[in-house]
């Protein structure tokens, strides 16, 4: 079972940055692609970005699109959301998720590996 950690919450004030990290635990990790997604408080939870694992293609929820930025390193297993431009919000618990097969990309259920999510805060 491949373990997904999220890393790199934190507080920050508003306008700044941050980057979160999702380290997935298998060596031999390939999955079709990873996403994040978010949950604030006393909201359901949201797509924000995801990425195909080969790298060609890139997606952003229209609210986040030209301030945050997906990316990921196949040799580390990793993938990382650069959060610019901060506002409160995008204050939430962000999720990291893991897809085996092409699916659609904004859909929760279309996700097969989840993490425990990290906090991120953004004061005014």
């Known amino acids: 079972q491949v373990q997904l950690v999220e890393s790199g919450g934190g507080l920050v004030q508003a306008g700044g940055s941050l980057r979160v990290s999702c380290v997935a635990s298998?060596?031999?990790?390939?999955?079709?692609?990873m996403g994040w997604f978010r949950q604030a408080p006393g909201k359901e939870r949201e797509f924000v970005s995801s990425?195909?694992?080969?790298?060609?293609?890139?997606y952003y929820a229209e609210r986040v699109k030209g301030r945050f930025t997906i990316s990921r390193d196949n040799a580390k297993n990793t993938v990382y959301l650069q959060m610019n431009s901060l506002n409160p919000e995008d204050t939430a618990v962000y999720y990291c998720a893991a897809q085996k097969n092409s699916n659609a990309w904004f859909l929760e259920s279309s996700y097969d590996y989840w993490g425990q999510g990290t906090q991120v805060t953004v004061s005014a």
């Open positions: 298998e060596r031999t990790f390939s999955p079709y692609a």
């Open positions: 990425i195909r694992w080969s790298g060609d293609y890139t």
